[in-house]
């Protein structure tokens, strides 16, 4: 290969040369500075500017000095002596001969010195480059143009990009303005390999857009076609540098940039960009390119690695953005994962398959294997183009794909798939599991059909793959336990098996020649024997998960294990790899067949030394589960699988292992297993005594007198015995030695997990132990000292442990030295050593309270280090002895309580499950409560309620306490039965919310403790707060128990002498159940306690109580009443929490010449409370009724302003509130007729008012400007121009006030706009011609408040021309269109010089709105609120816009939907709008008929012509007016498949009839091949047609309802066609006439019932597609339902309905359509009871599984408060129908 080389410089400087200038400039940096001559003088380069003659010079001599400045900043120094860029802007017009390159770098030079570091000359050069702009564009766009020369491109490039950095603005004019057609653009960014090159400026331009981050600016670029692809085109030939900023730019400033939405993304990084920055992975920079011009292959290009890596790294990362970011990038998320036909990720498919090979490549590589991540649905793809790279052949390449294939399976977790699980069905997610995980084509390609590999290796390689797809598949499988129901995870499971049984290879298959290796094969390729078999046996675990028929074929018998597990270590490099192998062998094996392995077997004889070995030498659990499992299979330790560890965990004592420990341990196994019967039955013997039973049924006994059930709890509490291993230990140490270090280790551990010890010590005085341990065993078994036993051994971790938990205070310490890695049960085992300790001691009577915080401890420390499991719990919490003293009586005397409840509050805390254990802690206290309260007094000190609500009882124990305490009525007058009380009420109420069924407690028990409740609160003494809490969730939860309650219970909750919220509480819950229990309390005690009184009072208001009463209690609260209207800041918190009954009250009683004498004077008040203001409004509002005077009326409105004054000092959110109480007042005022002369404008106040109400009204509080607006009307006389000029200048000068204008439709902008007009209206003077771009900008034409508003306005203004200049603003933009063409933030006046042509206004309509008010344009010119387009404003638009004089292209008229809006303007009521519709259409025909280019004109001539037949006196009838509307859109799209028959439609005939529904038999039964769009085209005119009466009288004449109610129960028609059928009966039913014409004459209940039960009879899966179908139906029924009311529909209706509750589709109805049912019953129910019969309803509840209704039926509605229910709830109807039920 040739390789270019750079030649070298044929003038090489030699060292004379080099001595020579050295010398020479070390002269001229001696020279005195001051002596050098200036090259330029500011002054003198601005008089040369002056003069003819010297202006190139001087321009030239600037660019010189600037060009070589050596630090000296003479632009700067040209500005602060009066220069500009105008000036030298002007030299151009003054000197033609003037090269505009010299001025243009000059001004880009000027441009960026301002930019860093001259903020004081910004306006001037702002200014100057708008002169620029104006004046010399087309010298700029001459200048990129072909005809200019390299420097001019440079030049103005290097200004455009100066401008762009300046200012915004100017970006988005540049944009514009300049001619950046694609011929300049391919000519600026063409490659040339130079350095500074024209692509390098226009690079540097590109990305000062970027980076100027201006939405609008980058928005205009981004939409520029080939602006960016044709940069990111030559990419591959520029610098390192340049790419990686160009591509960083775009990464940070494009995709990261939240402005910038997907689709324009997608747009700008379409498939050809995309592709071309994939391709930058091969970048090889400017000598490509010089290789590509001499036809060399850019492969013998030398490439600057470094330079090469940062070209990739900077691409990977922008990639890794574009393609693997849901937020950022250009992916979706494919729900079907790839199942579906659709490619929701074209774009990133064009990726992968632009990359060649990614896999041998470590950016593409990686890049591939994240967007797989991020988009599974590709995978496939990859697995496809994978394939024919992993045909099995021992290469480094293919090894490579090998490698890729595991770390995209690796990277396809199953967290990549949770998003869309829910949406496929268990067929749908193996399908895709399999494709993810195991995918077939890869294992095709890998493995031989025949199951015979050509290589060893090659079969060791590809196991390595199969092992890395189980292991995914198995983690799919896993979290599918998650993601299903046990019954689809089954089957999940089962089709995974099938699937990997299938294609997966045989047990014996991988095992078989394993030992056989390439001899010859390269090092790098090899893979070891051992590693092969972790592998295998890897796969062997996955196998026995998944699919365990696949290792049929392996057996001990025919592998020959033994032989195996011995030669093994000889393969193995390590002897811990060997021992791990070992394990893994036999597990396997262990878990093919446990019969091979138990104890009278050759075969257990060999392994259970060697895995105990293993185990030995590597702690490892691995090797314990092992041993665990062959233990266990023995059947020797059946009911004490707690003890196998310790057996196996004294191998690990022993300071070096003992092969004859190992032999001994298998000899005692065998003896025991041998003889196991006679064993158990002597241990049965043993563990029979009369000490052993009595201890175990102590707790027991006590429990059942409790009367409580505990079998469920027995299982769990019980004493731990020895397994018959023990027997066989000491048989075998009759006859033979044994270490010591191993038996003490293990008897000493059975001891620790003894609940009953006489056992194990019967058996150390029989046999022979060492005196240590009996010693140990003995004094701790009888009233001995506390002993630490000292093991002796390798684990001396025991000595020192028990030392430090028994004798010492520094166990914290001793704690954080101990290495629990020492084995994996060390803190098991420590664990029941410390319980033993505290059990035994609790036993002994000696509780010993640093022992018991030793303990907890270290249970706290086991917790803390996450070393706790959840087995651990067992040893604590069900220990038979801890739990006999646990006694919650004596808390405070009992270590053994103290110490239980720590320990649950700790793993409760931790979220350790622990509730099976708590059952019998639970009946422990139940059992202690119960004493409790039987004798109160002994125990009034106890804290009750926290162990209570620590514990939690069930439903059937607060029912017994609640009983029991009850039958003692004496003893509830103590605190700690109240609490107890207290609490079981509330529990069975919160029960009660998760469990329905679940029945109160009987009557007599409320009644008895209500009883008691009266008698505590006569006392005054208990703190009953938690009782009333309690009293009022119980009687929310079954309110029909309010009948059993005491009825001196309301009294003497209000005969408490303080305030007590939660007795007010259930007082007010009391009356709103039952007034009439008002009539036992005391008025006048009452009205002393205002806490109390007002929210009774709000009540009393609320149930219309009889007004002798409220009066009364308004005479009683007279006093206090005053007091609190003249001095609010004294009021206490009830005031401000109840005043709604209050000023009710005030309103009804209060006499008027009170009322009117607070009107009298200008209240002033020290602070506004908003009861105070809502009292001042009743009073106020109930003195203008009656009638003020006008100075009343001022001084009311002056009081109020006060009021609004105060709270705007505080600028809290009371405003509103306050605002609307003063407008309700100023609203009465503007009603009373007599009222004149109001003025209050002079008062100093109302400055500050308007100015306070215009701040915080247009930052959002609409009630403020609302307020304003009415007052300004009520004070319009009174006010000067001035004042109301200075108004609107606050208003529009406020900084909100462009933005809430220029937003969509909202409250806040409706009261800005009528505030607006109302100062408008009352001062008209006040308009001006500036307002009229903001109005115009702020209008979206729409059929709403605002928009009617703004109208208004425009109309005001257009009515006043020579005021308001309006016509300069025609024809009329609106909108967006409007702030861009009128730059609201810029000068309008510049903007107003371009008009606006008719394209710029049509291209403001948008597709969907056009559409949307075809079918929705309000016909009474009513305000609606679907998305339309007011005709109002449009009409006189197009009419100016077709004037004679008006240049028009008649085709944008039509396509833009202006002539659709202009017909449907013929159906309005209004004739002057069919009359202005008629008017534009003879425009328009105006216009076609003299245009004479059009090929369709005489297709819009016909069009027009068949319109203005008839009359403009009579309006269209709907359908027509649609149907011509659609016809007029779709005749502007040949292609669409309606064109050709409504074009022979319109010319078919000589006069077309609109009187009915147009063609309608000709498109309903049409035989073209599009008939069924031609069908759906006449049923949804149909359907948008139905509006009014007369049309659906037109509709009933036309036999419409006949043809397609035999079409819907015909073949014919699909699923789409009844939904529109439906959709048409809708819009009938929606109109009364139409209901009652098609029930009389069409038998309309009778189809829709037929239609139901068409439906119903269908398959399963036909009725899921025709769910849809009955969810109309059903809407259709009630819109029935509300205009018939007789018998006979109410029966029908009820009938179908009952047919769907009844049916299976009934439980798959949205929320919605039950509510509708539900409704239309509830509906019939009122007209019609007698249809409700107990079956119906019975029916009803038995589909709807309604907790409040099942109430109802079973308790009865009475005390029941229907008004509290949720009017949004499914169910609301249906409660409100069980409720009328049940009270008739």
Known sequence: MEVDEDEPHPKTRTKKHSHATAEQETQNAESPVSKKARTFSPKE??????????????????????????????????????????????????????????????????????????????????????????????????MISLSSSTQERKVCLKLLTAMVTFSTALAKDILVNVSFHSTNVELLVKSTGEENSVRDHFIHFLTAFLVNGSYPSLSILLDKKGFISSVIKGLRFDAADTVCVVISVMKNHILQNQAVSKTMKMKVFNTLVVRDIVNLYNWKGPAALKAERKNKSSQLVVVDEYSKSKVSECVHDFLLVLCTSYKQGVIFKDHSLGLSKKNQNALMYTVLESLERPWEHSYAGDLVIKICAACPDLAKTVWTSLKSSLEPRLTQKWLNALSFTKNLIRELQPSCVEFCVAELSVNQLAQAIQILATPLPIIKAVVPETRKFSSPMIKRHVMSLLLEMLSRLYSYLDASNAWLSLENHLKLKTFTASYVAKHFLGADTILSEWEVADADCDIALKISDEKYLETAFDIFDLYNALVPQLLDSLSSTSFELTDFLLNLPGRCTSNETSLRLQVKTVNIFLDLDPSDFVPDTELFSFTVPLMLRCYYETTDTNALTVLNKMLKYTGIFEGCFHEINIWINGVLNLKHFDEGVAQALVEILRSTATNIVEFSEELSQLNATESVKEDFSLILEKLKNTNLTVEDDCIIIKHKFLSPMVLGLFNHLKEAVLSKHYVNFVLINLFHCQTQVQVLKEFVQRYEVASNLKDYVLNWTRQGKVVCFKLKGKIRVFDTFSEAFLLRNDFANELTEINFNTYPDLALDLLQASIFYVAALVNRGESIEDVFENCFKYVKHLVETKLFRDSYVEVILPHPTLLKHFNLLQLHKSVCTKFLLDVIILLLGAGFDIERYLKIYKEKLVSAILKIVRKPKKYTCLDVTSMLRRFGLNYDQCCTLLVTISDLPGNSSYQVVLNVVSYALERLASLYESAPDLEPVPGRVIKKLTTAFVEINKNQVLDVTSLSVALQEYFQAFPHHIKHLDKELLPSLTNFNDYIPENTKLAVLLLE???????????????????????????????????????????????????????????????????????????????????????????????????????????????????????????????????????????????????????????????????????????????????????????????????????????????????????LDMLLSHSKFLDVVLDEHSPLKLEVLLLFLTLCQQWEELMERCHLPVLLAGYRAMVNPCDRAIWTLVKMYASKPAQTHFEDFKPFLWGKAAVNHYSLHQDKDMSLKRQPKMRDVLDT???????????????????????????????????????????????????????????????????????????????????????????????????????????????????????????????????????????????????????????????????????????????????????????????????????????????????????????????????????????????????????????????????????????????????????????????????????????????????????????????????SRELFTSDVLDVLLKNCDDKFCRYVVRYGCNFIDVSKLNVSDKNYYLRLLVVAVAKS
């Not at 009081?1199 to 100023?1226: I, P, Q, Y």
């Open 1405 to 1727: 309509l948008e597709e969907d709105k056009v559409l949307s008010t075809i079918v929705s344009y309000p016909l009474n010119e009513e305000l609606g609120e679907k998305q339309s387009y007011d005709l109002n404003f449009f009409l006189p638009l197009f009419s100016h816009l077709l004037a004679p004089e008006q240049q028009v292209q008649t085709y944008t008229f039509t396509r833009s939907g202006a002539l659709s809006l202009t017909v449907v303007a013929l159906s309005n009521e209004n004739q002057k709008t069919r009359e202005a519709a008629c008017h534009v259409l003879s425009r328009f025909h105006f216009h076609v008929d003299a245009n004479q280019r059009g090929k369709d004109n005489l297709l819009w001539l016909r069009y027009v012509e068949a319109v203005l037949v008839r009359c403009p006196t009579k309006k269209l009838n709907n359908f027509s007016a649609v149907y011509l509307a659609r016809m007029a859109l779709i005749l502007t799209q040949p292609t669409h498949v309606m064109y050709v028959p409504l074009s022979q439609h319109l010319t078919a005939k000589a006069s077309l009839d609109f009187s009915s529904v147009p063609e309608l038999y000709t498109f309903l039964h049409s035989s073209d091949v599009n008939y069924k769009e031609r069908r759906i085209f006449i049923l949804e005119l149909l359907r948008d047609g139905l509006r009014t009466e007369k049309d659906a009288t037109d509709f009933l004449h036309s036999m419409a309802f006949k043809l397609f109610s035999e079409l819907y129960n015909s073949s014919l028609a699909d699923t789409e066609t009844r939904l529109l059928i439906l959709d048409i009966v809708k819009a009938v039913c929606r109109i009364p006439l139409g209901v009652k014409i098609l029930y009389a004459n069409s038998s309309l209940l009778t189809q829709l019932y037929q239609m139901v039960d068409r439906v119903l009879v269908l398959p399963q899966k036909q009725k899921q597609e025709e769910k849809c179908c009955v969810s109309k139906i059903i809407s259709i029924l009630l819109d029935i339902a509300r205009t018939l009311q007789d018998t006979h529909t109410n029966f029908m209706v009820l009938n179908t309905l009952l047919g769907v509750v009844k049916d299976d589709i009934f439980h798959v109805l949205s929320e919605a359509d039950l509510k509708i049912i539900f409704e239309a019953l509830y509906m019939i129910c009122t007209r």
């Open 1073 to 1287: 159940r039952n007034t009439r229990w008002f009539d036992s309390v005391n008025l006048d005690e009452l009205c002393k306690k205002k806490g109390l009184l007002l929210p009774i009072l709000d009540v009393l208001i609320d149930k219309g109580t009889d007004e002798n009463v409220l009066n009364e209690v308004f005479k009683n609260f007279q006093i206090p009443l005053n007091k609190v209207l003249v001095k609010p800041q004294k009021a206490g918190p009830h005031f401000k929490n109840y005043h709604k009954g209050l000023a009710a009250l005030t309103q009804k009683f209060m006499p008027l010449e009170k009322c009117k004498s607070f009107a009298d004077k200008v209240q002033k008040f020290e602070v506004t409370e908003l009861f105070h203001v809502k009292l001042l409004e009743s009073i106020f509002g109930k003195a203008i009724e009656d009638g003020v005077t006008s100075k009343q009326a001022s001084n009311i409105i002056l009081t109020f302003v006060h009021l609004l004054m105060t709270v705007f000092k505080r600028s809290n959110a009371a405003n509103e509130d306050v605002a609307e109480c003063f407008n309700n007042l100023v609203l009465k005022l503007l009603q009373s007729e007599a009222l004149t002369n109001v003025s209050v404008t002079q008062n100093q106040v109302m400055k500050p008012y308007f100015m306070y109400s215009l701040k915080y009204g247009v930052s959002g509080q609409a009630s403020l400007l609302k307020c304003l607006r009415n007052l300004l009307i009520l004070l319009c006389a009174s006010i000067e121009k001035e004042e109301a000029k200075s108004i």
């Open 45 to 142: 380069f601005r008089k040369h500017l002056n003069q003819d003659n010297q202006r190139i010079t001087a321009l030239k001599q600037f660019l010189d000095a600037v060009n070589h400045s050596n630090g000296h900043n003479y632009v700067l120094e040209y500005l602060e002596n009066g220069g500009n860029c105008i000036e030298l802007l002007q030299t151009l017009e003054l000197d033609s001969t003037i090269p505009p390159v010299q001025v243009f770098e000059l001004v880009a030079h000027i441009l960026l010195n301002i930019t860093a570091n001259g903020a004081q000359y910004h306006n001037a050069a702002y200014e100057a480059c708008r002169y620029m702009l104006n004046n010399y564009l087309a010298i700029i766009n001459k």
